[in-house]
Protein backbone atom coordinates (compact mmCIF):
# COMPACT_ATOMS: atom_id res chain seq x y z
CA UNK A 1 0.00 0.00 0.00
CA UNK A 2 1.40 3.32 -0.74
CA UNK A 3 0.52 6.32 1.50
CA UNK A 4 1.03 10.08 1.86
CA UNK A 5 2.75 10.70 5.23
CA UNK A 6 0.56 13.21 7.28
CA UNK A 7 2.23 17.12 8.05
CA UNK A 8 2.88 16.30 11.86
CA UNK A 9 5.34 13.92 10.84
CA UNK A 10 7.09 16.06 8.45
CA UNK A 11 8.05 18.21 10.79
CA UNK A 12 10.70 16.12 12.90
CA UNK A 13 13.46 14.72 12.09
CA UNK A 14 14.93 12.11 10.50
CA UNK A 15 13.44 12.32 7.52
CA UNK A 16 14.03 10.75 4.06
CA UNK A 17 11.71 10.60 0.66
CA UNK A 18 10.95 7.72 1.10
CA UNK A 19 10.85 4.62 3.26
CA UNK A 20 9.77 1.40 2.90
CA UNK A 21 8.29 0.08 6.21
CA UNK A 22 7.20 -3.24 7.73
CA UNK A 23 8.82 -5.56 5.44
CA UNK A 24 10.67 -8.70 5.60
CA UNK A 25 14.17 -7.53 4.62
CA UNK A 26 16.61 -9.49 2.54
CA UNK A 27 19.81 -7.55 2.85
CA UNK A 28 21.54 -9.56 -0.07
CA UNK A 29 24.07 -11.09 1.99
CA UNK A 30 22.28 -14.71 2.34
CA UNK A 31 21.48 -13.76 5.88
CA UNK A 32 18.03 -14.88 6.71
CA UNK A 33 15.33 -11.66 6.66
CA UNK A 34 14.39 -9.61 9.71
CA UNK A 35 11.32 -7.27 9.86
CA UNK A 36 12.36 -3.92 9.56
CA UNK A 37 12.43 -0.76 7.29
CA UNK A 38 14.48 1.16 4.43
CA UNK A 39 14.57 4.95 4.25
CA UNK A 40 15.72 6.16 0.66
CA UNK A 41 17.13 10.03 0.27
CA UNK A 42 18.75 11.19 -3.31
CA UNK A 43 18.93 8.05 -4.54
CA UNK A 44 20.58 6.44 -1.67
CA UNK A 45 19.48 4.03 1.26
CA UNK A 46 20.38 6.11 4.09
CA UNK A 47 18.67 3.74 7.40
CA UNK A 48 17.96 -0.15 7.19
CA UNK A 49 16.51 -1.52 10.21
CA UNK A 50 13.48 -0.98 12.95
CA UNK A 51 12.95 2.57 12.05
CA UNK A 52 11.36 5.00 14.91
CA UNK A 53 7.83 6.08 14.15
CA UNK A 54 9.54 9.81 13.95
CA UNK A 55 11.42 9.12 11.08
CA UNK A 56 9.07 10.62 8.58
CA UNK A 57 8.92 10.91 4.71
CA UNK A 58 7.08 12.20 1.87
CA UNK A 59 6.49 8.93 0.70
CA UNK A 60 5.79 6.24 2.88
CA UNK A 61 5.16 2.06 1.18
CA UNK A 62 4.04 -0.70 3.93
CA UNK A 63 5.43 -3.83 2.77
CA UNK A 64 3.73 -5.68 5.29
CA UNK A 65 3.58 -9.41 3.73
CA UNK A 66 5.73 -8.58 1.65
CA UNK A 67 10.25 -8.58 0.70
CA UNK A 68 12.15 -6.09 0.30
CA UNK A 69 15.21 -7.02 -1.12
CA UNK A 70 18.36 -5.16 -3.27
CA UNK A 71 17.56 -4.64 -7.00
CA UNK A 72 18.35 -7.87 -9.26
CA UNK A 73 21.47 -7.64 -11.01
CA UNK A 74 21.21 -9.20 -14.13
CA UNK A 75 24.99 -10.49 -15.33
CA UNK A 76 24.43 -11.30 -18.72
CA UNK A 77 22.13 -9.64 -21.26
CA UNK A 78 22.84 -8.60 -25.38
CA UNK A 79 20.76 -5.17 -24.64
CA UNK A 80 22.43 -3.39 -27.85
CA UNK A 81 19.50 -2.77 -30.70
CA UNK A 82 16.75 -3.21 -28.45
CA UNK A 83 17.24 -0.62 -25.83
CA UNK A 84 16.60 2.72 -27.66
CA UNK A 85 13.86 0.89 -28.98
CA UNK A 86 11.75 0.40 -25.40
CA UNK A 87 13.93 2.46 -23.40
CA UNK A 88 11.79 1.69 -20.58
CA UNK A 89 12.92 -2.07 -20.14
CA UNK A 90 9.51 -3.36 -19.05
CA UNK A 91 10.76 -6.98 -19.20
CA UNK A 92 13.38 -6.50 -17.00
CA UNK A 93 11.56 -4.32 -14.76
CA UNK A 94 8.92 -6.55 -13.93
CA UNK A 95 11.03 -9.40 -13.39
CA UNK A 96 12.57 -7.30 -10.66
CA UNK A 97 15.98 -6.52 -12.43
CA UNK A 98 17.43 -2.78 -12.04
CA UNK A 99 21.23 -3.33 -13.23
CA UNK A 100 21.86 -5.14 -16.62
CA UNK A 101 25.87 -6.40 -18.00
CA UNK A 102 25.39 -6.14 -21.74
CA UNK A 103 28.38 -7.24 -24.15
CA UNK A 104 28.53 -10.74 -23.55
CA UNK A 105 29.69 -13.38 -25.95
CA UNK A 106 31.70 -11.72 -27.73
CA UNK A 107 29.74 -9.23 -29.12
CA UNK A 108 29.15 -5.27 -28.06
CA UNK A 109 29.60 -2.11 -29.09
CA UNK A 110 33.11 -1.55 -30.20
CA UNK A 111 33.65 2.13 -29.26
CA UNK A 112 32.21 1.47 -25.79
CA UNK A 113 32.69 5.30 -25.00
CA UNK A 114 31.04 6.24 -27.72
CA UNK A 115 27.74 3.48 -26.54
CA UNK A 116 27.84 4.98 -23.02
CA UNK A 117 27.07 8.54 -23.90
CA UNK A 118 24.32 7.47 -25.97
CA UNK A 119 22.81 5.29 -22.98
CA UNK A 120 23.23 8.95 -21.04
CA UNK A 121 21.18 10.33 -23.61
CA UNK A 122 18.53 7.55 -23.91
CA UNK A 123 17.91 7.27 -20.24
CA UNK A 124 16.61 3.41 -19.76
CA UNK A 125 14.67 2.43 -16.67
CA UNK A 126 17.70 0.04 -15.45
CA UNK A 127 20.94 0.59 -14.93
CA UNK A 128 23.90 -0.52 -17.93
CA UNK A 129 26.72 -1.48 -17.21
CA UNK A 130 29.03 -3.65 -20.35
CA UNK A 131 31.85 -5.76 -21.31
CA UNK A 132 33.92 -5.09 -24.38
CA UNK A 133 32.85 -8.44 -26.86
CA UNK A 134 36.52 -9.71 -28.34
CA UNK A 135 34.56 -11.10 -31.60
CA UNK A 136 33.89 -7.16 -32.26
CA UNK A 137 37.09 -6.85 -31.50
CA UNK A 138 38.94 -9.16 -33.52
CA UNK A 139 36.18 -8.27 -36.25
CA UNK A 140 37.65 -4.55 -36.00
CA UNK A 141 41.13 -5.45 -37.26
CA UNK A 142 40.56 -8.99 -39.14
CA UNK A 143 37.01 -8.94 -39.95
CA UNK A 144 35.64 -12.47 -40.54
CA UNK A 145 38.90 -13.71 -41.35
CA UNK A 146 39.66 -17.83 -40.44
CA UNK A 147 43.38 -17.56 -39.81
CA UNK A 148 46.03 -16.10 -36.58
CA UNK A 149 46.25 -12.66 -35.90
CA UNK A 150 49.92 -11.35 -36.73
CA UNK A 151 51.76 -9.56 -34.31
CA UNK A 152 50.68 -6.37 -35.13
CA UNK A 153 46.83 -7.23 -35.34
CA UNK A 154 47.53 -8.41 -31.80
CA UNK A 155 48.72 -5.15 -30.76
CA UNK A 156 45.98 -3.67 -32.27
CA UNK A 157 43.76 -5.71 -30.83
CA UNK A 158 45.63 -4.72 -27.45
CA UNK A 159 44.90 -1.38 -27.85
CA UNK A 160 40.92 -1.85 -28.51
CA UNK A 161 40.76 -3.47 -25.14
CA UNK A 162 42.58 -1.19 -23.26
CA UNK A 163 40.26 1.70 -24.83
CA UNK A 164 37.57 -0.27 -23.64
CA UNK A 165 38.32 -0.87 -20.48
CA UNK A 166 39.52 3.11 -20.13
CA UNK A 167 35.94 3.77 -21.21
CA UNK A 168 34.68 1.70 -18.36
CA UNK A 169 34.03 -1.57 -19.31
CA UNK A 170 33.83 -4.48 -16.96
CA UNK A 171 36.14 -6.47 -18.62
CA UNK A 172 36.41 -8.83 -21.61
CA UNK A 173 33.77 -11.61 -22.95
CA UNK A 174 33.86 -13.94 -25.77
CA UNK A 175 32.04 -16.28 -27.46
CA UNK A 176 33.94 -19.16 -29.04
CA UNK A 177 30.88 -20.84 -30.85
CA UNK A 178 30.48 -17.57 -32.92
CA UNK A 179 32.85 -16.36 -35.72
CA UNK A 180 35.45 -15.04 -35.70
CA UNK A 181 35.50 -16.42 -31.83
CA UNK A 182 35.43 -20.09 -32.93
CA UNK A 183 38.81 -19.23 -35.32
CA UNK A 184 40.79 -17.75 -32.28
CA UNK A 185 42.97 -19.81 -30.23
CA UNK A 186 43.99 -19.75 -26.98
CA UNK A 187 47.10 -17.50 -26.87
CA UNK A 188 45.45 -14.61 -28.68
CA UNK A 189 42.68 -14.91 -26.01
CA UNK A 190 44.91 -14.95 -23.17
CA UNK A 191 46.96 -11.88 -24.43
CA UNK A 192 43.56 -9.76 -24.81
CA UNK A 193 42.51 -11.07 -21.09
CA UNK A 194 45.72 -10.12 -19.57
CA UNK A 195 44.73 -6.18 -21.04
CA UNK A 196 41.57 -6.47 -19.24
CA UNK A 197 43.21 -7.85 -16.22
CA UNK A 198 45.69 -4.81 -15.96
CA UNK A 199 42.28 -2.95 -15.57
CA UNK A 200 40.90 -4.78 -12.88
CA UNK A 201 38.48 -6.81 -15.28
CA UNK A 202 36.88 -10.05 -15.25
CA UNK A 203 36.85 -12.32 -18.17
CA UNK A 204 33.42 -13.82 -19.20
CA UNK A 205 32.92 -16.67 -21.58
CA UNK A 206 30.88 -18.37 -23.92
CA UNK A 207 32.59 -21.40 -23.96
CA UNK A 208 33.96 -23.09 -27.05
CA UNK A 209 31.37 -25.93 -26.40
CA UNK A 210 28.59 -26.57 -23.84
CA UNK A 211 28.09 -30.07 -25.46
CA UNK A 212 30.09 -33.14 -25.86
CA UNK A 213 33.31 -31.05 -25.08
CA UNK A 214 32.03 -28.81 -22.26
CA UNK A 215 35.46 -30.33 -19.89
CA UNK A 216 37.89 -29.45 -22.26
CA UNK A 217 35.91 -26.21 -23.08
CA UNK A 218 35.88 -25.46 -19.19
CA UNK A 219 39.79 -25.90 -18.69
CA UNK A 220 40.14 -23.27 -21.34
CA UNK A 221 38.50 -21.05 -19.52
CA UNK A 222 40.06 -21.56 -16.53
CA UNK A 223 43.73 -21.69 -18.29
CA UNK A 224 42.89 -18.40 -19.72
CA UNK A 225 42.19 -16.93 -16.11
CA UNK A 226 45.37 -18.16 -14.76
CA UNK A 227 47.88 -17.22 -17.60
CA UNK A 228 46.27 -13.89 -17.72
CA UNK A 229 45.71 -13.52 -13.66
CA UNK A 230 41.95 -12.01 -14.11
CA UNK A 231 38.62 -13.61 -12.57
CA UNK A 232 36.96 -16.13 -14.80
CA UNK A 233 32.89 -15.82 -14.87
CA UNK A 234 31.74 -18.29 -17.21
CA UNK A 235 28.80 -17.80 -19.03
CA UNK A 236 25.11 -19.53 -19.08
CA UNK A 237 27.08 -22.56 -17.74
CA UNK A 238 24.94 -25.73 -19.16
CA UNK A 239 25.19 -29.44 -20.74
CA UNK A 240 23.97 -29.42 -23.94
CA UNK A 241 22.57 -32.43 -25.80
CA UNK A 242 20.81 -35.63 -24.86
CA UNK A 243 23.96 -37.55 -25.69
CA UNK A 244 25.43 -35.85 -22.40
CA UNK A 245 22.70 -35.28 -20.20
CA UNK A 246 24.04 -35.97 -16.62
CA UNK A 247 27.42 -34.55 -16.87
CA UNK A 248 26.48 -31.68 -14.55
CA UNK A 249 28.11 -32.69 -11.39
CA UNK A 250 31.82 -33.36 -13.84
CA UNK A 251 31.43 -30.02 -14.62
CA UNK A 252 30.91 -28.29 -11.22
CA UNK A 253 33.65 -30.61 -10.03
CA UNK A 254 35.93 -28.74 -12.15
CA UNK A 255 35.42 -25.15 -11.21
CA UNK A 256 34.94 -26.05 -7.93
CA UNK A 257 38.67 -27.28 -7.78
CA UNK A 258 39.44 -24.01 -9.48
CA UNK A 259 38.39 -22.42 -6.53
CA UNK A 260 39.85 -24.61 -3.84
CA UNK A 261 43.29 -23.97 -5.25
CA UNK A 262 42.53 -20.00 -4.99
CA UNK A 263 41.25 -19.23 -8.37
CA UNK A 264 38.36 -16.94 -8.82
CA UNK A 265 36.00 -18.14 -11.21
CA UNK A 266 32.07 -17.92 -11.16
CA UNK A 267 29.23 -19.20 -13.41
CA UNK A 268 25.65 -18.25 -14.07
CA UNK A 269 22.54 -19.61 -15.48
CA UNK A 270 19.16 -18.99 -17.14
CA UNK A 271 16.87 -21.27 -15.32
CA UNK A 272 15.35 -23.24 -18.57
CA UNK A 273 15.98 -26.47 -20.36
CA UNK A 274 16.43 -24.68 -23.71
CA UNK A 275 18.52 -22.36 -25.47
CA UNK A 276 18.38 -19.76 -27.63
CA UNK A 277 21.14 -18.24 -30.35
CA UNK A 278 21.61 -18.25 -34.01
CA UNK A 279 20.08 -21.23 -36.77
CA UNK A 280 23.76 -20.57 -38.27
CA UNK A 281 25.50 -21.90 -35.15
CA UNK A 282 24.46 -25.53 -36.28
CA UNK A 283 26.38 -24.91 -39.56
CA UNK A 284 30.22 -26.02 -39.59
CA UNK A 285 32.26 -23.07 -38.75
CA UNK A 286 34.92 -23.62 -41.83
CA UNK A 287 31.75 -23.28 -44.29
CA UNK A 288 31.33 -19.48 -42.77
CA UNK A 289 34.35 -17.57 -42.97
CA UNK A 290 34.60 -15.11 -44.44
CA UNK A 291 31.77 -13.94 -44.09
CA UNK A 292 27.55 -14.10 -46.02
CA UNK A 293 29.32 -13.42 -50.07
CA UNK A 294 31.94 -16.46 -49.05
CA UNK A 295 28.98 -18.64 -47.92
CA UNK A 296 27.28 -18.08 -50.56
CA UNK A 297 29.54 -18.86 -53.03
CA UNK A 298 30.88 -22.02 -51.14
CA UNK A 299 27.11 -23.46 -50.73
CA UNK A 300 26.51 -22.89 -54.62
CA UNK A 301 29.05 -25.71 -55.55
CA UNK A 302 26.53 -28.99 -54.75
CA UNK A 303 30.04 -31.04 -53.86
CA UNK A 304 30.39 -28.40 -50.74
CA UNK A 305 26.65 -28.32 -49.51
CA UNK A 306 26.15 -31.83 -50.05
CA UNK A 307 29.18 -32.59 -47.58
CA UNK A 308 27.89 -29.46 -45.18
CA UNK A 309 24.31 -31.12 -45.47
CA UNK A 310 26.11 -34.77 -44.29
CA UNK A 311 28.17 -33.27 -41.91
CA UNK A 312 24.72 -31.46 -39.97
CA UNK A 313 23.15 -34.85 -40.43
CA UNK A 314 25.94 -36.68 -38.02
CA UNK A 315 25.87 -34.23 -35.75
CA UNK A 316 21.85 -34.51 -35.09
CA UNK A 317 22.63 -38.36 -35.27
CA UNK A 318 24.67 -37.99 -32.56
CA UNK A 319 22.86 -35.78 -30.84
CA UNK A 320 20.16 -39.11 -31.13
CA UNK A 321 17.66 -37.24 -32.47
CA UNK A 322 16.04 -38.19 -36.30
CA UNK A 323 14.82 -34.80 -36.85
CA UNK A 324 15.24 -30.78 -36.05
CA UNK A 325 12.01 -30.74 -33.90
CA UNK A 326 14.47 -29.69 -31.27
CA UNK A 327 15.19 -25.99 -33.04
CA UNK A 328 12.21 -23.35 -32.91
CA UNK A 329 12.57 -20.17 -34.53
CA UNK A 330 12.20 -17.24 -32.71
CA UNK A 331 12.27 -14.50 -35.31
CA UNK A 332 12.63 -14.67 -38.82
CA UNK A 333 12.00 -11.23 -40.17
CA UNK A 334 12.02 -12.50 -43.96
CA UNK A 335 9.01 -15.00 -43.04
CA UNK A 336 7.48 -14.08 -40.38
CA UNK A 337 4.76 -17.26 -40.14
CA UNK A 338 7.74 -19.17 -39.33
CA UNK A 339 8.10 -17.96 -35.85
CA UNK A 340 7.32 -20.53 -33.13
CA UNK A 341 7.41 -23.59 -35.63
CA UNK A 342 10.48 -26.08 -35.81
CA UNK A 343 12.95 -26.76 -38.16
CA UNK A 344 11.00 -29.96 -39.02
CA UNK A 345 7.65 -27.97 -39.28
CA UNK A 346 9.45 -25.49 -41.88
CA UNK A 347 10.22 -27.89 -43.65
CA UNK A 348 7.08 -30.04 -43.97
CA UNK A 349 5.33 -26.61 -44.81
CA UNK A 350 7.79 -26.31 -47.65
CA UNK A 351 6.42 -29.40 -49.19
CA UNK A 352 9.91 -31.57 -47.80
CA UNK A 353 10.21 -34.81 -47.40
CA UNK A 354 10.10 -35.42 -43.19
CA UNK A 355 13.87 -36.41 -43.42
CA UNK A 356 16.82 -35.26 -41.80
CA UNK A 357 18.91 -34.39 -45.07
CA UNK A 358 16.02 -32.51 -46.12
CA UNK A 359 15.45 -30.43 -43.20
CA UNK A 360 19.38 -30.06 -43.02
CA UNK A 361 18.85 -28.51 -46.60
CA UNK A 362 15.83 -25.92 -45.16
CA UNK A 363 18.20 -24.76 -42.38
CA UNK A 364 20.69 -24.05 -45.37
CA UNK A 365 18.12 -22.11 -47.48
CA UNK A 366 17.10 -19.82 -44.18
CA UNK A 367 20.49 -18.83 -43.62
CA UNK A 368 21.46 -17.82 -46.95
CA UNK A 369 18.26 -15.86 -46.41
CA UNK A 370 18.74 -14.35 -43.03
CA UNK A 371 20.08 -15.82 -39.85
CA UNK A 372 17.26 -16.99 -37.91
CA UNK A 373 16.89 -16.29 -34.18
CA UNK A 374 16.23 -20.10 -32.84
CA UNK A 375 14.96 -21.63 -29.37
CA UNK A 376 16.98 -25.32 -28.72
CA UNK A 377 15.64 -27.62 -26.63
CA UNK A 378 18.65 -29.49 -25.12
CA UNK A 379 18.95 -29.67 -22.10
CA UNK A 380 17.70 -31.96 -18.65
CA UNK A 381 16.19 -30.41 -15.53
CA UNK A 382 17.70 -32.59 -13.63
CA UNK A 383 21.18 -30.62 -14.74
CA UNK A 384 19.42 -26.85 -14.68
CA UNK A 385 19.10 -28.01 -10.68
CA UNK A 386 22.02 -29.76 -9.87
CA UNK A 387 23.68 -26.52 -11.45
CA UNK A 388 21.49 -24.14 -9.56
CA UNK A 389 22.53 -25.24 -6.21
CA UNK A 390 26.04 -24.31 -7.03
CA UNK A 391 26.70 -21.64 -4.32
CA UNK A 392 28.97 -19.51 -6.85
CA UNK A 393 26.19 -18.79 -9.65
CA UNK A 394 24.15 -16.66 -10.77
CA UNK A 395 20.87 -15.76 -12.33
CA UNK A 396 21.10 -14.32 -15.84
CA UNK A 397 18.23 -13.88 -18.77
CA UNK A 398 20.81 -13.96 -21.76
CA UNK A 399 18.39 -11.73 -23.19
CA UNK A 400 17.69 -8.43 -24.51
CA UNK A 401 15.18 -5.69 -23.83
CA UNK A 402 11.65 -7.79 -25.61
CA UNK A 403 9.72 -5.60 -28.09
CA UNK A 404 6.08 -6.58 -27.21
CA UNK A 405 5.08 -9.06 -29.09
CA UNK A 406 7.88 -8.88 -30.75
CA UNK A 407 8.96 -12.34 -32.25
CA UNK A 408 8.77 -15.65 -30.70
CA UNK A 409 11.50 -15.78 -28.28
CA UNK A 410 12.56 -17.62 -25.58
CA UNK A 411 10.83 -16.77 -22.36
CA UNK A 412 14.08 -16.29 -20.01
CA UNK A 413 13.82 -12.35 -21.31
CA UNK A 414 10.50 -12.06 -19.57
CA UNK A 415 11.00 -14.62 -16.57
CA UNK A 416 14.21 -15.28 -15.20
CA UNK A 417 14.10 -13.73 -11.65
CA UNK A 418 10.58 -14.59 -11.14
CA UNK A 419 11.03 -18.50 -12.37
CA UNK A 420 13.81 -18.78 -9.81
CA UNK A 421 11.40 -17.01 -7.26
CA UNK A 422 8.45 -19.23 -8.06
CA UNK A 423 9.38 -22.56 -9.28
CA UNK A 424 12.72 -23.10 -7.66
CA UNK A 425 12.39 -21.72 -4.45
CA UNK A 426 8.14 -21.65 -3.28
CA UNK A 427 7.84 -25.05 -5.37
CA UNK A 428 10.61 -27.22 -5.70
CA UNK A 429 12.40 -25.83 -3.39
CA UNK A 430 16.06 -26.11 -4.97
CA UNK A 431 17.48 -23.57 -3.45
CA UNK A 432 16.50 -20.95 -0.31
CA UNK A 433 14.46 -17.69 -0.63
CA UNK A 434 17.82 -16.03 1.12
CA UNK A 435 20.04 -17.45 -1.66
CA UNK A 436 18.25 -17.28 -4.54
CA UNK A 437 18.17 -13.39 -3.55
CA UNK A 438 22.26 -13.53 -2.62
CA UNK A 439 22.86 -14.78 -6.30
CA UNK A 440 20.93 -12.31 -8.00
CA UNK A 441 22.34 -9.36 -5.67
CA UNK A 442 25.35 -9.37 -3.64
CA UNK A 443 27.29 -11.89 -5.41
CA UNK A 444 26.79 -10.45 -9.35
CA UNK A 445 27.78 -7.17 -7.15
CA UNK A 446 30.90 -8.52 -6.05
CA UNK A 447 31.66 -10.24 -9.39
CA UNK A 448 31.57 -7.14 -11.24
CA UNK A 449 33.02 -5.13 -8.98
CA UNK A 450 29.50 -2.87 -8.65
CA UNK A 451 30.50 -1.31 -5.09
CA UNK A 452 27.52 0.80 -4.31
CA UNK A 453 25.09 -2.20 -5.41
CA UNK A 454 23.65 -5.90 -4.25
CA UNK A 455 22.96 -4.48 -0.88
CA UNK A 456 20.34 -3.15 1.40
CA UNK A 457 22.78 -0.60 3.68
CA UNK A 458 23.33 3.19 4.37
CA UNK A 459 25.27 4.46 1.26
CA UNK A 460 24.53 2.12 -1.10
CA UNK A 461 22.78 3.12 -4.43
CA UNK A 462 18.66 2.78 -3.82
CA UNK A 463 17.86 -0.03 -5.97
CA UNK A 464 15.70 -2.03 -3.97
CA UNK A 465 12.19 -4.58 -5.56
CA UNK A 466 9.49 -5.32 -2.97
CA UNK A 467 8.13 -8.68 -3.89
CA UNK A 468 5.47 -10.98 -3.09
CA UNK A 469 7.10 -14.44 -1.83
CA UNK A 470 3.65 -16.08 -2.23
CA UNK A 471 2.53 -15.31 -5.69
CA UNK A 472 5.89 -13.71 -7.59
CA UNK A 473 5.80 -16.41 -10.95
CA UNK A 474 7.02 -16.34 -14.00
CA UNK A 475 4.14 -16.42 -16.83
CA UNK A 476 6.07 -16.30 -20.03
CA UNK A 477 6.61 -19.67 -21.60
CA UNK A 478 7.81 -21.25 -25.25
CA UNK A 479 3.92 -21.08 -26.50
CA UNK A 480 3.16 -17.38 -25.28
CA UNK A 481 6.28 -15.84 -24.52
CA UNK A 482 4.97 -12.34 -24.44
CA UNK A 483 4.08 -12.07 -20.49
CA UNK A 484 5.41 -10.08 -17.76
CA UNK A 485 5.58 -11.86 -14.34
CA UNK A 486 4.15 -11.02 -11.26
CA UNK A 487 4.67 -10.21 -8.18
CA UNK A 488 6.93 -7.24 -7.98
CA UNK A 489 4.60 -4.66 -6.50
CA UNK A 490 7.13 -2.17 -6.31
CA UNK A 491 10.73 -1.60 -7.75
CA UNK A 492 12.81 1.52 -7.72
CA UNK A 493 15.94 2.65 -9.61
CA UNK A 494 18.44 4.96 -8.33
CA UNK A 495 15.82 5.52 -5.55
CA UNK A 496 13.18 6.55 -8.41
CA UNK A 497 9.90 4.37 -7.94
CA UNK A 498 9.41 2.36 -11.18
CA UNK A 499 6.65 0.02 -10.26
CA UNK A 500 4.00 0.71 -8.18
CA UNK A 501 1.69 -1.69 -7.27
CA UNK A 502 2.48 -4.01 -9.80
CA UNK A 503 2.26 -1.51 -12.48
CA UNK A 504 5.29 0.04 -14.47
CA UNK A 505 5.14 3.92 -14.11
CA UNK A 506 7.49 4.10 -17.04
CA UNK A 507 10.17 6.30 -15.18
CA UNK A 508 13.28 5.91 -16.44
CA UNK A 509 15.80 6.56 -14.00
CA UNK A 510 18.98 3.78 -15.31
CA UNK A 511 22.51 5.35 -15.01
CA UNK A 512 25.72 4.01 -16.72
CA UNK A 513 27.77 1.83 -14.65
CA UNK A 514 31.57 1.90 -15.07
CA UNK A 515 34.19 -0.44 -14.43
CA UNK A 516 37.25 -0.34 -12.44
CA UNK A 517 39.43 1.56 -14.98
CA UNK A 518 37.39 4.35 -16.35
CA UNK A 519 39.66 6.96 -16.67
Not at 17 to 38: A, Q, T, Y
Not at 357 to 371: F, G, K, N, R, S
Request: charged fraction near 20%; aromatic fraction near 6%.
Amino acid sequence: MLLAAGSTQAQQAPRASLIIRNGRVLDGSGNSWFRGDVAVHQGRIVAVGRLPANFSADTVIDAKGLVVAPGFIDVHTHIEDDELRQPTADNFIYDGVTTVITGNCGSSRPDLGRYFQVLDSAKLAVNVASLIGHGDVRKAVLGRAKRQATEPELQQMEQLVARAMQAGAMGLSTGLIYIPGTYTRTPELIRLARVAGQYRGLYATHMRNEGDSVLQAIQEALLIGREASLPVQISHLKIGGQQNWGRAPQALALIEQARQAGQEVTIDQYPYTASSTSLSTIIPDDVQADGRDSLRARLQRPAVRAAVEAAMVRRLRQRGLKHYDYAVVASFPPQPSYQGLSIAEVNQRLGRKHKAAAEAATILDLVLQHDAGMVFHGMSEQDVQQIMRYPFNMVASDASVRVWQEGAPHPRGYGSNARVLGRYVRELRVISLEEAVRRMTSLPAQTFGLADRGLLRPGMAADIVVFDPATVQDRSTFEQPHQYSTGMQYVLVNGGLTVVQGKHLGTRAGQVLYGPGKH
